[in-house]
């Protein structure tokens, strides 16, 4: 499973907004390469987190997967707490994460900075993972747009976005 099938997976599930940072586009260098996820049938970037990242590269903050070596990257999912739950086999917050791989690829994992807030990630996805990422994508794009929608029942749609 490559960054592009990715793409194409999500984007098929309507109402995504997928930004692809770039040199002259005004984002962070840093982000250049990485490709992020959000609810936004509008098109407009809400003010909130993606529901899906695909990052290419280490972060300062975020080197326990490797990312640097050649043709690697992570899928990250806020696939919701009972997926992660079902993968993981505990809580978010209640995860030991003491010998974990977290660059192991084709396994799916709880995120090494974001898994207490109930993110899973696989490392270049292949055989083993393609079907769940997929699955994960789906979970996290229902949660997204049933969060999108409660904000605009509530009035609050507009503080939301930009």
Same mark, same amino acid.
């Given at each position: 499973?490559?960054?592009?099938?990715?793409?194409?997976?999500?984007?098929?599930?309507?109402?995504?907004?997928?930004?692809?940072?770039?040199?002259?586009?005004?984002?962070?260098?840093?982000?250049?390469?990485?490709?992020?996820? &959000? &609810?936004?049938?509008?098109?407009?970037?809400?003010?909130?987190?993606?529901?899906?990242?695909?990052?290419?590269?280490?972060?300062?903050?975020?080197?326990?997967?490797?990312?640097?070596?050649?043709?690697?990257?992570?899928?990250?999912?806020?696939?919701?707490?009972?997926?992660?739950?079902?993968?993981?086999?505990?809580?978010?917050?209640?995860?030991?994460?003491?010998?974990?791989?977290?660059?192991?690829?084709?396994?799916?994992?709880?995120?090494?900075? &974001?898994?207490?807030?109930?993110?899973?990630?696989?490392?270049?996805?292949?055989?083993?993972?393609?079907?769940?990422?997929?699955?994960?994508?789906?979970?996290?794009?229902?949660?997204?747009?049933?969060? &999108?929608?409660?904000?605009?029942?509530?009035?609050?749609?507009?503080?939301?976005?930009?």
């Amino acid at each position: 499973m490559d960054i592009d099938k990715i793409i194409g997976h999500v984007e098929n599930l309507g109402g995504v907004l997928t930004l692809k940072p770039g040199p002259g586009d005004g984002s962070p260098e840093v982000a250049w390469g990485d490709v992020f996820f &959000y &609810y936004a049938p509008d098109g407009v970037v809400p003010r909130t987190q993606p529901f899906a990242t695909v990052v290419t590269k280490d972060y300062q903050q975020d080197k326990a997967s490797d990312l640097d070596r050649p043709d690697t990257f992570r899928v990250n999912i806020a696939a919701g707490t009972p997926a992660y739950i079902s993968w993981i086999g505990s809580s978010p917050k209640e995860t030991d994460t003491d010998g974990l791989d977290f660059a192991a690829t084709d396994t799916v994992l709880p995120h090494p900075v &974001y898994g207490r807030m109930g993110w899973l990630c696989v490392v270049n996805p292949d055989a083993e993972t393609t079907a769940t990422v997929e699955d994960l994508l789906r979970e996290a794009h229902r949660l997204a747009r049933e969060r &999108y929608h409660r904000r605009d029942r509530s009035g609050l749609a507009g503080l939301s976005r930009a």
